[in-house]
C-alpha cells in the first residue's frame, strides 16, 4: 500500500508531478533540464509523507476494528471504550503537529498534505476496514468455531451473571444469544424460534 500511495502520487496525483512510470523507474539517472520536469521532484518529501499518513490511518483503523475480535464495529461500536478512542485522537494529534508545525515538519522530514492528499489517504486507508468486517462475518458465520462456543457458555454460567465491555456478543450453534452492550449489562439468553 505504501509503495502504491508514492507511485500515485507521481504518476496520478492531480498536485503531483504525473510523469510516466519509466521517468519515475529510472529517477536515479534524472538529469537536470532534459525532461519537462526538474529532477528535484524525487526529493519532494510529500509521497513519503503520504505514505506515512496512510501508515498511521490504518493502523487506527484497526485499533477500531480490534474492540472485538468477531463482532463487526457496527454491532459493537468503538466510541464505547474511551481510552481507545482518546488514544487514537492523541496519536491523530501527534500526527497532525508532525506534519503541520514546521519545525517539527523539518525534523522528521515530512511535509504537510492538501485536503485531496488526504482524500486519497482515506480512500487508501479505508478497506482494512471492509477487509476486517468481511473477516469478521465469515469467522461469526463458521461452524468450526468451538473454542469460542465453549468461552461463551463458561462466561454465560459465571456466578455473577454480568458480562463487561471487553466481552462479545455471541451467537450459538443452539440458537442462544449472550448480548453484552458498552456498559456493563445483564446476559440476556433468549433462543431464537426458527
Known amino acids: 500500500t505504501l509503495a502504491v500511495t508514492q507511485f500515485g502520487w507521481y504518476l496520478f496525483h492531480v498536485g503531483g508531478p504525473q510523469i510516466s512510470w519509466y521517468d519515475l523507474t529510472h529517477f536515479h539517472g534524472c538529469v537536470e533540464g532534459s525532461h519537462a520536469f526538474s529532477c528535484s521532484i524525487f526529493a519532494d518529501p510529500r509521497p513519503s509523507t503520504i505514505s506515512l499518513s496512510v501508515l498511521v490511518t490504518i493502523e487506527m483503523f484497526n485499533a477500531l476494528n480490534a474492540v472485538s475480535e468477531n463482532e463487526s464495529i457496527f454491532s459493537m461500536p468503538p ?22 508545525v514546521p519545525f517539527f515538519a523539518g ?7 492538501s485536503f485531496d492528499e488526504w482524500t486519497a489517504v482515506i480512500a487508501f486507508s479505508f478497506p482494512i476496514i471492509i477487509i476486517d468486517e468481511i473477516l469478521k462475518f465469515v469467522s461469526r458465520n463458521s461452524r468450526k468455531a468451538p473454542a469460542a462456543v465453549a468461552r ?4 454465560r454460567t459465571s456466578s455473577s451473571g454480568r458480562a463487561y465491555s471487553a466481552l462479545e ?24 424460534v426458527e
Request: hydrophobic content about 40%.
Open 152 to 155: 461463551a457458555k463458561k462466561q
Open 79 to 100: 466510541w464505547c471504550n474511551k481510552w481507545l478512542m482518546g488514544a487514537i485522537a492523541t496519536s491523530f494529534g501527534l500526527h497532525f503537529v508532525i506534519l503541520y
Open 107 to 113: 525534523l522528521f522530514g515530512v511535509a504537510p498534505i
Open 169 to 192: 456478543q455471541h451467537e450459538h450453534d443452539d440458537g442462544e444469544q449472550i448480548t453484552v452492550s458498552c456498559e456493563m449489562a445483564e446476559y440476556d439468553s433468549t433462543h431464537k
